[in-house]
């Protein structure tokens, strides 16, 4: 089984792009909702995007219209477009399934976000 893998992070200017993906084998991401999940320097991790095991996508507020979120409906892979990156965008980018409170799962390594100028 391969752990989930994130990557496409990067330095970037604000107002700027990027395009997150993330793989793994361990579980078919077609039967969870999957989510895109980051966490600042000094805060606790938070989900930013979500996609429903219904094709469904939901978004925090702080990345609402800016922040896509995608699946690969053949494979298993997940999306995150991210336009008009801002400072406060910066943070380690991680992918994997939504469970309920209190459940423990194997996370991956991230991917770093940095928006600076």
């Known amino acids: 089984q391969v752990p989930i893998v994130e990557s496409g992070g990067a330095l970037v200017q604000p107002g700027g792009s990027l395009r997150l993906s993330c793989t793994g084998s361990?579980?078919?991401?077609?039967?969870?909702?999957m989510g895109w999940f980051r966490q600042a320097p000094g805060k606790e991790r938070e989900l930013v995007a979500t996609?429903?095991?219904?094709?469904?996508?939901k978004y925090s507020e702080d990345v609402k219209g800016r922040f896509t979120i995608s699946r690969s409906h053949t494979m298993n892979f997940l999306y995150l477009q991210m336009n008009d990156l801002q400072p406060e965008d910066t943070a380690v980018y991680y992918c994997?399934?939504?469970?309920?409170?209190?459940?423990?799962?194997?996370w991956g390594q991230g991917t770093q976000v940095t928006v600076s100028s």
């Open positions: 994997n399934r939504i469970l309920g409170p209190g459940s423990v799962q194997p």
């Open positions: 361990g579980f078919m991401f077609q039967n969870f909702d």
């Open positions: 996609f429903t095991t219904t094709n469904g996508v």
